[in-house]
Nanobody, 115 residues
Framework: QVQLVESGGGLVQPGRSLRLSCVTAGIIFSDYVMTWHRQSPGKQREWVALITSGGHTNYGQSLEGRFTISRDNAKNTVYLQINNLKPEDTGVYYC?????????WGQGTQVTVAS
């Protein structure tokens, strides 16, 4: 059974940092492209960051610089570091695993940025 479980979200003040984690099970993690997405209140889900099986990264428009995606293949885990959090970063953050036609989503972790 494939599982993707996100964690690390919470209520944080603007300007602080968070590191989100997504632990996977049931897949050959190193074969998968991993992505993070977020859905902010009242908005469509948007792509945030991508990391290939080889470690190449890419980021959504205007997000590079504050967001850093990384992976640890030994731990079957992908991370998303978010620095200098802003209220507009509030939303549910999801990880996704892709390989060819296979695609799996996690259940999401809530991030709320407020003072």
């Amino acid at each position: 059974q494939v599982q993707l479980v996100e964690s690390g979200g919470g209520l944080v003040q603007p300007g602080r940092s968070l590191r989100l984690s997504c632990v996977t099970a049931g897949i050959i993690f190193s074969d998968y492209v991993m992505t993070w997405h977020r859905q902010s209140p009242g908005k469509q889900r948007e792509w945030v960051a991508l990391i290939t099986s080889g470690g190449h990264t890419n980021y959504g428009q205007s997000l590079e610089g504050r967001f850093t995606i990384s992976r640890d293949n030994a731990k079957n885990t992908v991370y998303l570091q978010i620095n200098n959090l802003k209220p507009e970063d509030t939303g549910v953050y999801y990880c996704r695993a892709d390989r060819n036609t296979l695609q799996y989503w996690g259940q999401g972790t809530q991030v709320t940025v407020a003072s």
